[in-house]
């Protein structure tokens, strides 16, 4: 374990996950940029060593420095695509160690050992987020050859971290599981949080039936489908606006055709255009279903709230440590598309219930839940004051 510092001027930020770009419009992407801005408000100086950068580069952030080490061509095997990951994380931790940073702030990827190496060789301090269980997630959802390796490497990161941040306590209880005897990090949960400046309150479209909004990639573990069966069952009027693209488009295309369904599919945008995108919803929709894990912290549940929109969520997971049932939402089952049906109507019939929730819910992320806080949970054993030199002056 490294001696701790409490003012890292500069931070290498880490990301050798194949699947989040930098600049994309992930969820995981956006929380990259926000964790970046919350470091370079107090007063840090950040570049970002990744395996993919994306396009999407908001102004704020165009003269942030990227470092990019590409994994590889598309069409390896399961086995040649692990090695990619393994060498490319070799070579941005080389990188980082030429940079020389004060702090190595890494984003837990299979197969990425670059905090343990470059946080040794250089005698720094050292945080590890880990937002997913990947180990669990590769081997069930994709393909995981060398489950031994990652494993390993898993266990390297944690007995180089000085902090993991884990997103919620079932996945700090999966990391608990793996820290090495010899090993003693700081094992915090840290759910996420929300830019209260760029997610700005938005106001219901007066004309036409009220809108109901859904943020999110189309895949199962979202619930769209029982949200597309809740606008069927609905007694009272209301659009739906789907903001998001992904494997199930398709298939929600289909069922929207079949039931005629007053449906606006968006399709995805870049984080900066998600508040003009929910601008003129009355309510906000999380329909997780029953099945699947609920380890995620729900950063649509944040941004929705940031928005003043009154959210009607699954009550599953960490969701209802977000929104308080009768407060800042409504809560329903998982899986009950009538239950869902029967709350979103409940909201859409009742402007100034919903509008009082909405600006709860605003009222909480303004208070609990900005970045700025996220990132001081998190390293608050480790860098609680700004620098006293310039940014970028080490």
């Not at 160690?97 to 197969?111: A, H, I, K, N």
Request: charged share 20%; net charge negative.
């Amino acid at each position: 374990m490294t001696e701790r510092t409490t003012s890292p001027r500069t931070v290498a930020y880490v990301c050798a996950d194949p699947g989040i770009p930098v600049f994309g419009t992930k969820g995981a992407s956006v929380h990259i940029q926000e964790i970046v801005r919350a470091w370079r408000n107090r007063g840090a100086h950040v570049e970002v060593f990744a395996v993919r950068a994306g396009d999407a580069v908001p102004e704020d952030l165009a003269d942030l420095p990227v470092h990019v080490v590409k994994v590889g061509g598309k069409g390896m095997e399961p086995a040649q695509r692990e090695q990619a990951q393994r060498a490319a994380a070799a070579r941005l931790a080389e990188l980082v160690v030429e940079l020389g940073p004060d702090l190595v702030y890494e984003r837990y990827s299979l197969f990425s050992d670059v905090l343990a190496t470059a946080a040794e060789a250089l005698s720094v301090p050292g945080v590890l987020e880990v937002n997913a269980p990947l180990i669990d997630e590769q081997r069930t959802h994709r393909v995981l050859v060398d489950e031994t390796g990652a494993d390993e490497i898993l266990r390297d990161q944690l007995a180089a971290a000085d902090v993991v941040a884990c997103v919620s306590e079932p996945v700090a209880a999966w990391v608990r599981a793996r820290v090495p005897a010899a090993a003693d990090p700081q094992v915090t949960v840290v759910p996420n949080g929300v830019n209260t400046d760029r997610v700005r309150p938005v106001s219901p479209d007066p004309s036409g039936d009220p809108v109901v909004v859904f943020v999110g990639t189309l895949k199962p573990w979202h619930g769209v489908e029982d949200l597309l069966e809740a606008r069927r069952l609905a007694q009272a009027p209301w659009r739906l606006r789907l903001i998001g693209d992904g494997p199930q488009l398709g298939a929600i295309e289909a069922l929207v055709a079949e039931h005629d369904l007053d449906v606006d599919l968006v399709g995805a945008v870049v984080p900066e255009a998600v508040p003009a995108a929910l601008d003129g919803a009355m309510v906000a929709v999380a329909p997780y279903p029953e099945s699947g894990d609920h380890y995620f912290s729900p950063l649509k549940v944040y941004e929705y709230a940031a928005a003043a929109l009154p959210v009607v969520a699954s009550r599953i997971g960490q969701i209802p440590a977000v929104v308080e049932e009768g407060v800042t939402g409504l809560l329903v089952p998982p899986s009950d598309p009538a239950a869902l049906a029967a709350a979103i109507d409940a909201l859409v019939t009742d402007p100034a219930r919903s509008a009082d929730l909405g600006a709860a819910a605003r009222r909480r992320m303004v208070e609990h839940h900005s970045w700025d806080q996220v990132l001081e949970a998190t390293v608050c054993g480790i860098a609680t004051h700004a620098p006293d030199a310039p940014a970028g002056v080490r």
